[in-house]
Nanobody, 112 residues
């Protein structure tokens, strides 16, 4: 079982990033998937969740209206599109499968 995140980087405030999480080793199309983030000195927090079919999503209040979670079950990949980024969005972003598997994380930094 493996989850591999990509797409992080340095972006200016107001900019956008799209994170990807490629899954393997399990039946991805049956798994609820989530994105979490952990900022320096803070606990890991849930950012967004998507149901197995992709039709059900939930977001943290802090990202609602700015972030969009989606998935492509044919590609075994879940995405997080992040718009209107703020410095407080700076964190390591992790994807998670509902049965408990975590990816290694990808660093996103929002700064001038």
């Amino acid at each position: 079982v493996q989850l591999v995140e990509s797409g992080g980087g340095l972006v200016q405030p107001g900019g956008s990033l799209r994170l990807s999480c490629a899954a393997s080793g399990f039946t991805f199309s049956r798994a609820v998937m989530s994105w979490y983030r952990q900022a320096p000195g803070k606990e890991r927090e849930l950012v967004a969740v998507i149901g197995s079919a992709g039709s059900s999503t939930k977001y943290a209040n802090s990202v609602k209206g700015r972030f969009t979670i989606s998935r492509d079950n044919a590609k075994n990949t879940v995405y997080l599109k992040m718009n209107s980024l703020k410095p407080e969005d700076t964190a390591v972003y992790y994807c998670q499968a509902a049965f408990g598997k975590w990816g290694q994380g990808t660093q996103d930094t929002v700064s001038t």
